[in-house]
């Protein structure tokens, strides 16, 4: 399916999302729906779960318990499905810090699939959207934290995902990098996002729902 | 081509690249059985070293060189992400214990290359084992890179990994070990290249390669979960 593409099925769908470290609970009966092509805002103080959510959205982390469907696949079990759908930029940008900035998004872009010319044409693309070409080649550990989040945000975007998964994605981003990564990941480009803040005001205009979670992972009623 | 074999290679790739680059496994393994040999030549007081002396040396020195990349194997992936980024990547996570399995095999045979003529001139008095020691170096190499990323996929989480990869990995190796040294024995005699068992031995070797192979191919995608 196309971003953003009309359907009654919605983006994203929790019922009771739960999820314990041990005896720590960080998400505690979380709900929500959200259609496809709109943003979901998720606001919270530290320790509030908003990373974990993302994470299980991400497929990186199982739920505990509760329903999660996210683009028509259930989680955990379809994840597999979801994989390659979504775009997650998280507090790491993970690139390898050996590597140049373009032999990372070459790494990422083969694991998607995306390779030979398409692909270099597409890191090209991005590298002059963020401003990084006459950086590209320098080694991810000779840059700076927000050159490296242009790149992260590249890689994020990298296979055309249908659902965004983002957490703080302005940090480290000067005035310059936030305009040009709104290019990218900001509004208008008919994708699903998730966008985890602390600053409700920099997002909350974009956002169709917010989610205001509390210690203990508990979503707040609006 | 499939996308688990791009993956692969992609993978793969990436850490032979970085490994050129940064040189942070291979030297430090060579330097070590280089100076283990040294403290071999001076603790035993021999000039030359035969049978199960020989082959015990060779392995012991080899196998704990290999732990230095053992431990190294993961370190990249912990440290700047890239369990996530392949677990986010619609791939078969299996891709990454073939990559890293033969990256460890890579730089064990290219230790091999530099250090197993350094053994040939320090302890035997001929070059004529290491033709056939090519066919034990090469099975071993594969138990121990098999083994070697299975265990340090687990042990990378923890924060005694240093302590925990060599502590679960020295045990599984001992029967790999026992058929190296069995298979390297005659090789070393002292009257010229023997093959006593050589056969049986290769056997032992294959076997433990292929259970290992196709355990770490079978439960490695559970390792990767939360």
Request: hydrophobic letters at 50%; one cysteine or more.
């Amino acid at each position: 399916m196309e971003p953003g593409q009309a359907t009654d099925e919605p983006a994203l769908s929790l019922a009771g999302l739960r999820r314990d470290y041990g005896e720590r609970t960080a998400l505690d009966g979380v709900g929500l729906r959200l259609g496809r092509g709109e943003t979901l805002l998720v606001l919270g103080p530290n320790g509030a779960g908003k990373t974990t959510l993302l994470r299980i959205l991400a497929t990186l982390l199982r739920p505990s318990s509760g329903e999660v469907q996210a683009l028509g696949c259930s989680l955990p079990d379809e994840a597999w499905k979801l994989r390659g759908k979504i775009g997650f930029l998280g507090h790491e940008p993970l690139l390898y810090r050996d590597l140049s900035g373009r032999e990372n998004l070459r790494f990422h872009a083969r694991l998607h699939g995306l390779t030979g010319e398409p692909g270099e044409a597409r890191i090209a693309e991005l590298l002059a959207a963020v401003g990084m070409e006459r950086r590209a080649e320098q080694h991810v550990a000779e840059l700076s934290a927000g050159m490296r989040q242009r790149l992260a945000i590249c890689r994020c975007v990298l296979h055309r995902p249908e659902l965004l998964l983002l957490d703080e994605p302005d940090s480290n981003l000067d005035a310059e990098g936030r305009e040009l990564a709104r290019a990218l990941i900001g509004p208008g480009a008919g994708r699903t996002r998730v966008i985890v803040s602390h600053d409700p005001e920099r997002f909350e205009a974009e956002a169709d729902q917010v989610l205001r979670l509390e210690a203990g992972g508990r979503a707040v009623a609006a | 081509m499939t996308p688990s074999r791009i993956a692969y290679i992609t993978i793969l790739a990436k850490d032979l690249r970085a490994e050129l680059r940064t040189l942070q496994s291979l030297p430090a393994m060579a330097l070590f059985a280089t100076t283990t040999f040294v403290i071999f030549r001076f603790g035993l007081d021999r000039t030359q070293l035969s049978g199960s002396l020989a082959a015990g040396v060779l392995w012991a020195t080899l196998l704990f060189a290999a732990l230095l990349g053992v431990n190294r194997l993961f370190v990249a992936e912990r440290e700047e992400g890239g369990f996530d980024a392949i677990r986010l990547a619609p791939i078969d996570r299996s891709a990454l214990f073939a990559a890293k399995a033969t990256a460890l095999f890579a730089y064990l045979f290219a230790l091999e290359l530099v250090v197993v003529p350094i053994f040939a001139l320090f302890f035997l008095g001929s070059a004529a084992a290491l033709g056939p020691l090519v066919i034990v170096l090469l099975l071993a190499d594969l138990g121990i890179a098999a083994t070697g990323t299975l265990i340090s996929s687990m042990a990378v989480h923890s924060r005694a990994r240093d302590l925990l990869g060599p502590l679960v990995l020295l045990p599984l190796v001992v029967p790999l070990m026992i058929a190296a040294t069995g298979a390297s024995e005659p090789l070393f005699a002292a009257g010229g290249v023997g093959y006593h068992r050589f056969g049986s031995w290769l056997a032992v070797l294959s076997l433990y390669d292929l259970i290992f192979l196709l355990l770490g191919w079978a439960v490695f995608d559970f390792l990767l979960e939360d």
